[in-house]
C-alpha cells in the first residue's frame, strides 16, 4: 500500500463477511489510520447460509454462526446502528442516531436485503417468515421444532 493511503480515516458501512473481510484486508497490507465499521445488526459479522440449513435443521443455533477474524482488524465496531445516508461534500456517513463519521475514504459493503413478500396483508400472517438475519433464522427454527407449518 503506497505510504500516502496507510493514514487517515477509512469508514466501512456494512457489517458482514465483505465489511470483514476488508478491515482485516485494510491491516494486512499496512493501513495504519483510524478504522471504522458500522453495521445495523447488533451482533458481530457472522456466516448467514448456515441459517437456512444448520439452524433449521437443529444442528447449530443462530447464535453459533459468528465469522472468525483471521485478524484483528483494530476497528471501531458501530453495531446495532443503521447509516442512513452519505455526506459527499462533507465527506461524512451520517447515522440513524444522529451521527455522523467523517471519512477520508469509504467503502459501502451493504450486500443485499431479502425482497419482502409481495402482498403486505399476507406477510403479516402467522406462520409467514423472512430469513435473512439470526434472530429470523431462531424465531423460524423455534416455530418449525413445535410442529408449526411456515413459508419463507
Known sequence: ??????????VIVGASLAGLRTAEALREEGFAGSLTVVGDEPHPPYDRPPLSKQVLLGQATADTTGLPMRRDPDADWRLGVRATGVDLLGKQVLLEDGESLPYDRLLIATGTRARPWPNPEEAALDGVFTLRTREDAGG???????????CW
Not at 140 to 150: F, I, K, N, T
Open 1 to 10: 500500500m503506497p505510504g500516502d493511503l496507510k493514514d487517515g480515516r477509512i
Open 140 to 150: 423460524l427454527a423455534q416455530q418449525l421444532a413445535a410442529g408449526r407449518s411456515a
